[in-house]
Structures are given as C-alpha cells and as structure tokens.
C-alpha cells in the first residue's frame, strides 16, 4: 500500500488531525500512518483536543540528534532535459540519510514520471497545488516547511525567473516563495537562455536573496551542436553540496593538538590460560578517543584487550598488559591532554607461570601478587613531557565523590572523571553512564555532576570541556 487516501473526514477530525501532525512535525499522512499503527499495538492515544500549536519561535529550529543526523530534503524537479539526472540525485541523497520528497513541475513530467520518481524515493510524489488529498492541510505549507532544506533540479530559466520576481502560480513556485529553508538551486539551461541579460538579472537577484547556487557547468548540451555553460551539475556533486548545507562543518577546537588516550582493561597472565582482569568493555575511552577526533585533535588511542572497531582516524596501539600499555603511552609523549580511561589490572602474578597451572591434591597453588606500575600517576608525576592536561578516571562502588577527590590529590593529575561502576549502574560493559567532573578552580575542588546521557554524549561533553579549558587560562595546574 503505497499511499492513503481518506475521504469525507468531518472538520473535528480534520482539525485534530491537523494540530497532531504539527505537534509531531509529520505530515498529515505520516501522523493517520502513525494512528493505524499504534492502533494495531492497542497503545492508541485518546483523540483529544490538542491546544492551538504555538506562534512561531525565532529560536532554531532542535537539530535531529544522532551519530549520523538525518535530514529532510524537498526536491522540486523542474522541465528540462537534465530532470533524468534527478533520478541519480535522489539516489545519491538518499545514501547520505536524506529523506527526499519529490514535487515535480507540469513540465517535468514529460521527462521523468511520478512512478520512476517514487519507487526510487519511496515517497508519494507531488504535482498540482490544487491536489484535494494534500491541501486541505495547506501541503504546500508543509512541503516548504517540513524539510531542512529544498532542492531544485534542474532548475530552468522559467523556474528561476518565477522565483526572483515573487510567483506563485504552481505547486513548485508556490513552495518556494512560502519557504523559510534554506534553497539549492541547480540551473540547467542552454548556454544562451544562461547568458541572457534577465537571466542574468534573476540570477543577480535570487543571490541577493540568500538563494544558493551550484553549477551550471560547461559541456556539450543535448541540442545537437550546442555547446557552453548550461549543464547541469552532475548529481554527486548536487548531493554533497545539498550534504555541506544540512550538515556544515564540525567547529574543530582542538585542531592542532595531540590527544593519548587509554582505554578498556589489561590482562595480566597468570600462566598461558588464565588471566587478572578488571571488567571493562573500553566503550567509554573509544568514545573520547572518536569525540576527540571529530573536534580536530591528533589522536593516540593506547587499548587494552577489547571487542570494539578501531574509531575512524585514529592511530590505536593494542596491548595485553599494563607494562604493555606504560611503555606504549610513553612512546606517544609528547602530548597536549592525556586521558586514561582505562581499567588498569591494579596487581599481576609475580611470576607467571610458562605452563598452564593443575590442580592438586594440596590445593590451589600459591600465587604471589605484585603492584603494577600506576600509569596516571606516573604521567601526571612527570618532570619532563607531561600534558599540559591530564584527566584520570575514577571507577567506583562505594564513597565516589571522596574517592575520587582522593584519587584527584594522590595522583597529581588535573581534573578526575568519577563515574559509579555498581553492578546495579550496569556502567561496566553498558551504553550508557552517570560521570561527576573533579577539578581545581579557584584553590578548591569543584565537582561537576552531569546527567545521565549515552557514552557518546559523556565523550561529546568531555571534549566540549577540553577544548574550553585550552583557552581558558583559569585552569589550574595540579600543585
């Protein structure tokens, strides 16, 4: 069932139809799909009156959250020959995670039909202004403003003149002079209709106007003999450049600067079997170790023994102990901020045993226990080499904040990220944590409590504050 198609609806359910699908940002069908299904689940809501939607905010409109965002995109197809290229286009935005509903002009249709156009983006397709399925909620209102961004492609001579001289006769022109989104516009034309005096005045204006353009580029037009500037870009360039205006560049605070990292546990052997562990899956430290390079920083991730994908453009050392991981995080100094979230085994075998060892008639035989090295400490300790920088992790059960303002003085390190690894927290191993941020300010320990949020937002906001106290010359450095 591709599409809905309700008739006769009386004008209370109209009207509640109407308020849900603004309060929900969807659009009129998306919300009666929503009602189906949750009917079908028995989790209905009641079908009460909702309050009149509020008047619109100057605020931004909240950014769709995610590792990879999705975005929205409204297409309009204009009448050209370059409109087979759209069909590429949604393609193309559509591996990117765009949602793209597509409107096509009168024109359009002759080079490209509503099915090609909707079995590719798997979206109903939109042509008249006048559609009764779609506008008795204004759906012209709602494609202009229920995307973040509207495409046009190609968008011809006729298209462009009706939008830099404010028409609004069809669905496409009617769109584009109701919207508050941001417009890509992707001229496509012969090379003389380009270079004519209007069209250049259109041009001139619609760029005023805060309208953007890619293209047209130079090449052979499908005119016989007709060559020049008039063809339209071709759709992987279209899609990264509708791709750069939904999703602009990361700010990159910490660019230029080299972060270590230390993350999951170590295993110190016992013998060739057996093993001393703490439990630690390393989500957390991979976590800082990705935030870290997204923000622009050089990144050296030093990991224990873990079943996780090395992070994207990070340099990653992998190691079994914590003698391993020492020596490894000393070859990586120097370094601007070091963070060791790893979970270090405190205690290995004084002597590992070179076959595995048997159980006996007299019992368990006797293992003698020495202290591994303290990595935090011995990099916060330092005379030479040490970050600027260095934040240690607290993992506790019992008396966190005081355990790790002890930890915060003992080890001489700059700031503790002390996080309640109880069984019942199900920190250890989870997706998500409770973290308290320990430093000095001002000549006393301040202790920050954040939320609880996902690792990949405990390592958004942790970076977030790196990459303030790298200006932020109230940082105190440990005495």
């Given at each position: 069932m591709a599409s809905l198609t309700i008739r006769k609806l009386d004008d209370a359910v109209k009207t509640y139809?109407?308020?849900?699908?603004?309060?929900?940002?969807?659009?009129?069908?998306?919300?009666?799909?929503?009602?189906?299904?949750?009917?079908?689940?028995?989790?209905?809501?009641?079908?009460?009156?909702?309050?009149?939607?509020?008047?619109?905010?100057?605020?931004?409109?909240?950014?769709?959250?995610?590792?990879?965002?999705?975005?929205s995109v409204t297409l309009i197809i204009g009448g050209g020959i370059a409109a087979y290229k759209s069909l590429d286009l949604i393609r193309r935005l559509k591996e990117r995670r765009v949602e793209v509903r597509c409107v096509l002009t009168k024109a359009a249709q002759q080079f490209v039909t509503p099915l090609a156009v909707s079995a590719l983006s798997h979206e109903r397709i939109y042509t008249d202004l006048f559609d009764p399925q779609s506008e008795f909620d204004a759906g012209h209102i709602r494609l202009a403003r229920d995307c973040d961004l509207i495409v046009v492609a190609p968008a011809t001579a006729d298209l462009m003149a009706k939008m830099a001289n404010g028409h609004a006769d069809d669905l496409a022109s009617a769109i584009l002079l109701?919207?508050?989104?941001?417009?890509?516009?992707?001229?496509?034309?012969?090379?003389?209709?380009?270079?004519?005096?209007?069209?250049?005045?259109?041009?001139?204006?619609?760029?005023?106007?805060?309208?953007?353009?890619?293209?047209?580029?130079?090449?052979?037009?499908?005119?016989?003999?007709?060559?020049?500037?008039?063809?339209?870009?071709?759709?992987?360039?279209i899609a990264n450049a509708a791709e750069r205006l939904l999703r602009p560049p990361v700010p990159k605070p910490l660019a230029g600067k080299r972060v270590l990292i230390t993350a999951g546990p170590t295993h110190e052997p016992i013998d060739p079997v057996r093993?001393?562990?703490?439990?630690?899956?390393?989500?957390?430290?991979?976590?800082i170790a990705a935030a870290a390079q997204a923000a622009g920083a050089e990144v050296i991730l030093v990991s224990g023994p873990v079943d996780l994908d090395d992070p994207a453009g990070v340099t990653v050392k992998h190691v079994e102990s914590a003698r391993q991981?020492?020596?490894?995080?000393?070859?990586?100094?120097?370094?601007?901020?070091?963070i060791f979230a790893a979970a270090v085994a405190d205690w290995r075998v004084a002597n590992e045993g070179e076959q595995k060892l048997k159980k006996t008639a007299a019992g368990m035989p006797p293992?003698?226990?020495?202290?591994?090295?303290?990595?935090?400490?011995?990099?916060?300790?330092?005379?030479?080499?040490?970050?600027?920088?260095?934040?240690?992790?607290?993992?506790?059960?019992?008396?966190?904040?005081?355990?790790?303002?002890?930890?915060?003085?003992?080890?001489?390190?700059?700031?503790?990220?002390?996080?309640?690894?109880?069984?019942?927290?199900?920190?250890?191993?989870?997706?998500?944590?409770?973290?308290?941020?320990?430093?000095?300010?001002?000549?006393?320990?301040?202790?920050?409590?954040?939320?609880?949020?996902?690792?990949?937002?405990?390592?958004?906001?942790l970076v977030a504050h790196i990459a303030r106290s790298v200006t932020d010359k109230s940082l105190e450095p440990a005495s």
């Open positions: 139809l109407r308020l849900r699908s603004a309060k929900n940002r969807r659009s009129v069908e998306e919300e009666v799909r929503v009602i189906l299904r949750e009917l079908i689940e028995g989790r209905e809501e009641p079908l009460t009156p909702f309050s009149a939607p509020p008047a619109p905010s100057s605020a931004p409109t909240p950014q769709r959250t995610g590792a990879l965002p999705e975005a109701a919207t508050n989104r941001k417009i890509l516009l992707a001229p496509a034309m012969n090379p003389l209709m380009w270079n004519n005096a209007a069209t250049r005045r259109n041009v001139a204006q619609l760029q005023r106007d805060g309208v953007v353009l890619i293209g047209p580029n130079s090449g052979e037009m499908a005119e016989a003999g007709e060559a020049g500037v008039g063809r339209m870009s071709e759709a992987i360039e093993y001393i562990a703490n439990r630690s899956s390393g989500k957390q430290g991979f976590a991981m020492l020596e490894q995080v000393q070859a990586a100094l120097p370094a601007d901020i070091a293992l003698q226990l020495v202290e591994n090295p303290d990595i935090l400490a011995t990099i916060s300790k330092l005379a030479d080499k040490r970050p600027p920088l260095v934040i240690g992790f607290a993992a506790e059960t019992e008396h966190l904040i005081d355990n790790a303002k002890s930890k915060l003085a003992r080890k001489g390190c700059d700031w503790i990220v002390a996080n309640d690894v109880s069984p019942a927290t199900g920190v250890m191993g989870g997706d998500r944590n409770t973290v308290h941020l320990i430093s000095r300010k001002s000549g006393e320990i301040a202790v920050d409590s954040w939320p609880v949020m996902t690792k990949e937002q405990v390592a958004i906001e």
